[in-house]
């Protein structure tokens, strides 16, 4: 298969700034140290890293679409390409590196990324005149070990450098038999950095090796029983949160997509990624309020993630323990476990020039990023005891069936050539208008497996087609190229001093990302329209600061993947894709109270209607509408609630979010009733240099399960399963943490 170039060579740096320019006042050091330092928000980055499944990522912040994301960023520069195949998490996760973080609007994360969602802008230690180091240590009432520290300070004249470890031992809330840990993390980073001509300019380059084990999301499932209104119960002997659900022994057979080659390795093992990272940052003063920053970073990640999917029950039936032949008698857990090999490459230039006048604030921009992906998606099911680390059984005469019948593979390229203008403009007094632009050229090649998939499917497997033709899987090159944009307006009208209306609008187009490709069919569209609309009004004042919002969000040309059950328990999963769009109607009041000195107080409403709008598929020979069904995992209804006190040396803070129903299957058949997250913690700052901390997440303790049900799809009348076994995603149990800071 051929691979396109880049188009933007990323070695081009702006060499026409070697020419000798006048004293600046103010050195570029202590200016962009200010930018970072002002990117510490509080109250404002709707807490983030507080995530009630995952301590390793972002949380996502709710704009009443799914498949949105928190797309992270440093100095400017994602942190990944795209989250799928190679997440986040193997790259980013809040480090000591870090000298500051913000919240960017969907706005800002569009106009220059291409990306719908919030997006979270980190900024690295550059280092300074003067050494100094910070080490953070954290563990909690599981036995997790976090170590992360960072130094930095003056290497020669006017260079400096940075050195940073993370290292994380989590062995989780479960007790997993196989590994000591469900997350296992090394983060390693090198940066120079060289101020020259006066202090005008800086250039930083950064080396990063990462090593991950990140099981999270193949541990969080758990078996319940359901009440049919919405209720969960655990089941006897099973603890959510607590017992893990994955096989005893950790072990999974599986036939390579690529390969035929059957493989069995233990979980641990296989789940790991290794990643590579080269960063190089220039940031230019021209004087007059005029600045240039080029950032340009490679990546290779080459590993494995996967998933373990709950797909049904067989009760009261007959099979025998797959460790020893013994019989067994009873419910037995139908499973689909993924295993995703991936190796991407991730080549990203940005350039941006921004000018500040009197009335305007702009800002313009280029940007190249570039991906290389070979992901294959091999498939197993297998069988094991309704139980706390259950043992694997033999069904049917077989411990593995349906090899591939769910399988996934594409390799190619994608690549976003991209020109963008933002810019702040002060008409009036009273008038301010936010407004940008970002065209972009996409361009995408890719080999994907056009067969349908069949059990021991694999790239060169032969078999035969509904006609009886002999045929041999193999795989299709597609091209596709195309316009993206964006455009954003944002207006803002002061009626009074304190008070006035607010307002913004963002058109985009976007097209299919490379995971849209890995099925049997080619997606149903080739790109997506996308606009978000809000109206509202502003009250700021020194008792509260108040925007209150009217939302519209439409989303059409959606594409999606499921895999589905039959009535008949006998009958394997097969994979379907739907075509859907999505529209969402909303509310949103935030407010942040100071009513005194050193107490803050958060609060947020949100009342959206997602509907989903056109979703259709066929699959065993039934057509299934669920057009104007209310989006999965979406909350109609979302509270947010944050007090933070702050007194002398001490701080105390809690969070309280709470979602409304929400349905686990498209059909709206099965749904969890409204649940709470809640974290609290408190600070004691010793002296200038120490500070003692402690963190309780979920400490109401609730119990239940959220997300959608695998396999439930299908269902039209959820009360036939009132009292059934079901299994799915489970809320981080009662957990405290205590950790220490030292700054020198």
């Known amino acids: 298969m051929k691979h396109n170039k880049l188009l933007l060579p990323t070695f081009l740096v702006a060499a026409s700034l ?59 520069v994602p942190a990944v390409y795209y989250y799928w195949p190679n997440t986040t998490s193997n790259h980013w996760r809040g480090e000591q590196l870090l000298a500051g973080q913000g919240l960017q609007n969907i706005s800002t994360t569009a106009i220059k990324f291409g990306e719908i969602g919030y997006g979270v802008d980190s900024y690295m230690e550059r280092g300074g005149e003067k050494f100094k180091g910070k080490v953070k240590y954290q563990t909690n009432t599981y036995g997790a070990q976090n170590f992360d520290m960072n130094l930095s300070g003056k290497l020669a004249k006017k260079t400096y450098f940075t050195l940073c470890t993370y290292q994380n031992f989590d062995p989780g809330s479960m007790d997993l038999k196989f590994t000591n840990y469900i997350d296992r993390a090394q983060f390693y980073t090198a940066g120079l950095t060289r101020l020259f001509n006066n202090d005008r300019g800086r250039f930083s380059v950064f080396y990063k090796y990462n090593v991950t084990h990140p099981l999270t999301t193949l541990a969080n499932y758990a078996p319940f029983t359901y009440d049919g209104d919405g209720k969960v119960s655990e089941l006897n002997g099973f603890r959510m949160g607590r017992d893990s659900y994955l096989p005893v022994d950790g072990t999974m057979q599986y036939r390579d997509v690529k390969t035929g080659e059957l493989v069995t390795n233990n979980l641990y093992d296989i789940i790991k990624t290794r990643t590579h990272e080269a960063t190089a940052l220039l940031d230019y003063d021209f004087g007059n309020n005029l ?197 954003s307006v944002s207006p803002t ?153 702050t007194y002398d040396r001490f701080n105390i803070w809690a969070s309280f979010r709470y979602y409304s129903k929400q349905y686990a299957n498209v059909g709206n058949s099965v749904y969890f009733n409204g649940r709470w997250e809640t974290f609290a913690g408190a600070s004691y700052k010793a002296n200038k240099m120490l500070t003692f901390n402690v963190n309780v997440v979920n400490f109401l303790n609730q119990r239940g399960a959220q997300g959608t049900i695998p396999g439930s799809e299908l269902i039209t009348d959820g009360s036939q399963y009132a009292g059934t076994i079901m299994a799915g995603n489970y809320i981080r149990p009662f957990t405290v943490e205590f950790g220490a800071k030292l700054n020198f």
Request: one cysteine or more; glycine letters at 8%; charged letters at 20%.
């Open 18 to 76: 070697a020419t000798t320019l006048p004293v600046h006042a103010d050195t570029l050091l202590k200016a962009y140290a200010a930018v970072e330092d002002s990117t510490k928000t509080e109250g404002n980055d709707h807490g983030v890293m507080l995530n009630a499944k995952d301590a390793t990522e972002p949380r996502q912040v709710e704009i009443g679409l799914p498949m949105s994301y928190t797309a992270v960023s440093v100095d400017g």
């Open 291 to 487: 600045t240039l920053a080029v950032k340009a970073k490679f990546s290779h990640s080459k590993g494995h993630s996967g998933d373990q999917l709950t797909m049904g029950f067989y009760e009261d039936a007959d099979a025998t323990y797959a460790d020893n032949g013994d019989a067994f008698h009873g419910t037995i857990q139908r499973r689909l476990s993924q295993i995703n090999a991936f190796c991407v490459k991730d080549a990203m230039f940005i350039a941006e020039l921004q000018k500040k006048t009197a009335n305007h604030n702009w800002a313009f921009g280029i940007n190249e990023l570039y991906s290389n992906i070979d992901y294959a998606r091999s498939t197993t099911q297998y069988y094991h005891e309704v139980a706390p680390n259950p043992r694997k059984l033999v069904y049917n005469g077989k411990e593995y069936a349906n090899l591939n019948g769910s399988s996934e593979y594409d390799k190619g390229f994608e690549n976003k050539l991209a020109a963008y203008v933002n810019d702040t403009w002060r008409v009036s007094r009273n008038f301010r208008m936010g407004y940008g632009a970002r065209l972009e050229l996409f361009n995408i090649g890719v080999d994907y497996i056009g067969d349908g998939r069949f059990s021991d499917f694999y790239i060169g497997a032969n078999y035969s087609d509904a006609d009886g033709n002999s045929k041999t899987v193999g795989t299709t090159h597609h091209t596709n190229t195309g316009l993206n944009y964006v455009v």
């Open 493 to 645: 009208y002061n009626i009074t001093s304190n008070f006035g209306l607010t307002g913004e609008i963002n058109f985009l187009q976007q097209y299919r990302h490379l995971e849209a490709y890995s099925g049997k069919t080619l997606p149903y569209y080739n790109h997506r329209p996308f606009i978000l609309g809000r109206a509202g009004i502003f009250y700021n004042s020194s008792f509260v600061n108040l925007v209150s919002a009217f939302t519209y969000a439409r989303r059409t040309n959606d594409y999606s993947r499921l895999t589905v059950m039959s009535d008949n328990p006998n009958e394997d999963p097969v994979m379907v894709g739907a075509s859907s769009g999505i529209e969402t109607m909303g509310w949103t009041t935030d407010a942040m109270f100071t009513p005194f000195k050193g107490f803050k107080f958060h609060a947020m409403l949100t009342l959206q209607s997602p509907k989903y709008t056109g979703y259709k598929f066929e699959a065993f020979n039934k057509t299934y509408d669920f057009s104007d069904k209310t989006v999965t995992k979406q909350s109609k209804m979302i509270i947010e609630l944050d007090p933070n006190y």
